[in-house]
């Protein structure tokens, strides 16, 4: 018997599209990060432009919360099962009172940001500049374009008291394991990390249960951290659950300042 949640896009859906984000030179600001030691002058200049984009994000995303983030590809295309489900998945954070945040592209973050739109939720992307240009989705009520993927990452953690993650690449393993990596060395709170594709992640718990957790580079506790499922319903109740209760949805910002720029404003 099939599996109902396989990753691949039905007849009507046509092929997936090729990308080729990755494969060509990226920015050559941003390549060159990590070319070693360069002039003091240089570098202040490189620490100000970075500082300049961590204060852009906290501005722009300082009023939408409280959010959960959606990781997952941008390469599957709507029609594709998985599409859907994001979709679904999306709608219910929304209806369950949370702004959706994802990295404001196509395929499952796409999805995600359209459900939330659809249910009249809010709906939040962090954009990276790539050497094929990302484009936003659609479906996004606030978006912040970002030159360095650190910055980034930090603003899909910053804001969010839970963590969905749908099948994806190299990109979406990395967002689960920094997360995850963040809870265990105790640098955020253990909030919910839920992934959702039970035949697509499997084979990840396997690689913890039969090689990670027997060599003892983990622990069962740092495992406990995840929650595996097929269901959009039982992710969102999971998520309402724990937020609710051990979190209490804290930490409300200040309303906005006129006087700061902030939008909405008032003296």
């Not at 092929?15 to 600001?29: F, I, L, T, Y």
């Not at 995600?112 to 009520?141: F, H, M, T, W």
């Not at 697509?200 to 506790?221: E, K, N, Q, V």
């Not at 998520?239 to 909405?264: D, N, Q, S």
Request: glycine content about 10%.
């Amino acid at each position: 018997m099939s599996d109902p949640w396989l990753p691949t896009p039905p007849p009507s859906a046509g092929p997936v599209e090729e990308h080729d984000w990755g494969r060509q030179p990226g920015d050559p600001r941003v390549r060159d990060f990590l070319s070693g030691p360069r002039r003091r002058g240089f570098e202040l200049a490189r620490a100000l432009r970075i500082f300049g984009e961590l204060i852009k994000g906290f501005r722009a995303l300082h009023f939408v919360g409280p959010c959960v983030t959606v990781f997952g590809s941008a390469r599957l295309p709507p029609g594709d099962p998985y599409y859907e489900l994001a979709r679904d998945v999306g709608s219910r954070l929304a209806a369950a009172g949370f702004t959706v945040m994802t990295g404001g592209g196509p395929g499952i973050m796409e999805a995600a940001n359209r459900g939330a739109r659809e249910a009249g939720g809010r709906s939040v992307g962090c954009n990276i500049e790539l050497p094929k240009e990302q484009k936003p989705n659609d479906y996004l009520d606030v978006w912040v374009d970002f030159r360095y993927f650190f910055v980034r990452k930090l603003m899909l953690v910053k804001y969010s008291y839970a963590f969905v993650a749908l099948p994806g690449g190299f990109g979406t393993i990395d967002e689960i394991f920094e997360t995850l990596t963040l809870m265990q060395t105790r640098k955020i709170e253990d909030f919910p990390v839920v992934l959702i594709g039970e035949s697509y992640w499997r084979p990840l718990f396997d690689l913890f249960s039969r090689s990670m957790l027997p060599l003892g580079t983990i622990d069962a506790a740092d495992v406990d951290l995840l929650t595996l499922t097929d269901s959009p319903t039982e992710a969102v109740d999971s998520i309402t659950r724990v937020v609710t209760t051990r979190f209490g949805l804290r930490r409300r910002p200040p309303p906005p300042r006129r006087w700061l720029g902030e939008a909405g404003g008032s003296d």
